[in-house]
């Protein structure tokens, strides 16, 4: 990992801790895990919001009077809200990506469950992603979200990442190996 990769994932860290502990706190965990689907799907949805945290032409006060009209106009919760007041004033805002991450990572230890990371070549019925739930739950133990993702490049099949371990049963990985086979007996 580079260097300003690692910075980073330390502040983001620093401020998701603060933000959790906040929360846990008052009880709040639900608000704050609606809080962070909402501000994901805004940030992947809008251009203009991932500029506006990485612009460095933007003023703090700027940037600052901005977020906290966004943070208010999408309802969350006070204290993700003063976070981001707090993060635009410290020019921080590049790191709020990564924070949410690490903010849902903390929301999963909390309630003892598990992201899997699954990409597919077609997106995944409701009943197909509670269907792969179920079998990582009774395989793991644990309660287990489903993070799904799209690649066509797959063809088919699924690649699962759950922490450390990956399950790739994918077509494009199976074409890949017979290609590796084929050379070597070639």
């Known amino acids: 990992m580079s260097e300003s990769a690692s910075i980073s994932s330390g502040i983001a860290e620093r401020y998701a801790t603060a933000v959790f502990d906040l929360v846990k706190e008052e009880n709040a965990v639900a ?11 805004t940030l992947e949805a809008s251009e203009d919001l991932r500029e506006l945290l ?3 032409v933007v003023s703090r006060e700027d ?4 977020i906290t009209a966004i943070a ?3 309802g969350l919760i006070p204290a993700m809200t ?3 007041g707090l993060m635009a004033s410290k020019r921080r805002l590049f790191v709020v990506p990564a924070m949410v991450n690490r903010l849902r990572e903390m929301i999963a230890a909390e309630k003892g469950e598990v992201t899997a990371e699954v990409v597919s070549a077609t997106a995944l019925t409701e009943a197909q992603a509670k269907s792969l739930a179920d079998t990582l739950k009774a395989k793991i133990g644990q309660d287990v979200k489903v993070n799904a993702t ?3 490049t797959l063809i ?3 690649v699962v990442k759950v922490g450390s371990k990956m399950i790739d049963t994918s077509i494009r990985s199976k ?12």
């Not at 940037?63 to 901005?66: D, E, M, S």
């Not at 074409?175 to 070639?186: F, H, I, P, T």
Request: no cysteine; hydrophobic share 45%.
């Open 31 to 41: 608000g704050l895990e609606a809080n962070l689907d909402d501000l994901s799907a």
């Open 54 to 56: 990485t612009s460095p």
């Open 63 to 66: 940037q600052g009077a901005a």
């Open 72 to 74: 208010a106009k999408m």
């Open 82 to 84: 003063n976070v981001l």
């Open 150 to 152: 799209v690649d066509e």
């Open 156 to 158: 088919g099949g699924l």
């Open 175 to 186: 074409l890949n190996s017979l290609q590796n086979a084929m050379k070597e007996v070639g």
